[in-house]
């Protein structure tokens, strides 16, 4: 399965890719040069952790994570215009926060055997309360996330595991906690959701996938790969949230409403 643009005008056919996968692989969105600055910070960081991205000796642990820097490079990659485009046409113009970033946290994944912990079903909490990462079925301050590679991912580096379609089961899971929703951890998934068809976030360093925020995911492991893989995987926080009382007026929004239909 993928959502990469197809025939037809290119603008349409993201679009319904994005309603009915709930996701689009952007392919080549972040310049290599950009990436490589990103990539040599990001090894920075893995060595200021221990752990030589060039040195397999020291990778003693399946995952580190950093926090996306808030650097020039990552300005220049969260800032390129095909995706500002994209946020535009999947949130409306002048409704998202523009970050001079990519932001988020960065899970590099390991070539390591042990179960690293963090992999399980789930979508990103969107909104804080009381240091508690609530959700609510209007995804209430949270538009899109957002994969970032920053190295080549195969099928073998531990990609992240995508649940295609399975953003429009959520809207209802979530109408019984109302407005005020709930811990994003607690979500039980149906069997209907975690049966649906599998994609891997594979592809090269400057690819981005650019997802639904109801888009369910997970880790994988064991990574099989030779070397670390990074995704770095921010949010786009909306300046306005969406009124599921008022006609959809983004396709992000359309998604949430119709699946509430
Ligand atoms: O590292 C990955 O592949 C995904 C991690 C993830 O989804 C998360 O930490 O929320």
Redesign the pocket.
């Known amino acids: 399965m993928n959502s990469d643009a197809g025939s037809g005008d290119p603008d349409t056919v993201l679009v319904e890719n994005f309603v009915r996968d709930g996701f689009v692989a952007i392919r080549g969105a972040v310049p290599s040069t950009i990436v490589e600055e990103c990539r040599q910070e990001i090894d920075d960081g893995l060595r200021a952790r221990g752990a030589d991205p060039e040195d397999p000796s020291t990778w003693t642990s399946p995952?580190v994570?950093l926090a996306c820097p808030w650097t020039d490079a990552f300005a220049r990659a969260g800032t390129q215009p095909v995706l500002w485009s994209v946020y535009d046409q999947l949130l409306g113009p002048g409704r998202w926060r523009r970050l001079r970033g990519v932001g988020g946290?960065i899970?590099v994944?390991f070539p390591h055997p042990d179960d690293p912990g963090?992999?399980g079903w789930?979508f990103?909490g969107s909104f804080d309360v009381g240091g508690e990462l609530r959700v609510n079925y209007s995804s209430r301050g949270r538009g899109l996330l957002c994969?970032f590679l920053f190295t080549d991912v195969t099928d073998d580096d531990?990609?992240?595991?995508i649940k295609v379609g399975s953003h429009m089961d959520i809207p209802r899971l979530l109408v019984p906690f109302g407005e005020t929703g709930t811990s994003f951890q607690t979500i039980q998934f149906p069997e209907s959701t975690l049966d649906r068809p599998s994609a891997w976030?594979t592809g090269s360093a400057g690819d981005v996938f650019v997802c639904h925020p109801f888009l369910v995911?997970?880790?994988?492991w064991p990574h099989r790969g030779t070397s670390p893989r990074a995704?770095a995987?921010p949010g786009v926080s909306m300046l306005e949230d969406f009124d599921m009382d008022e006609p959809p007026r983004c396709p992000v929004h359309q998604a949430i409403k119709s699946a509430l239909v």
């Open positions: 995952v994570r946290s899970p994944r963090d992999a789930h990103d994969l531990a990609p992240s595991e976030a995911h997970s880790a994988t995704i995987q």
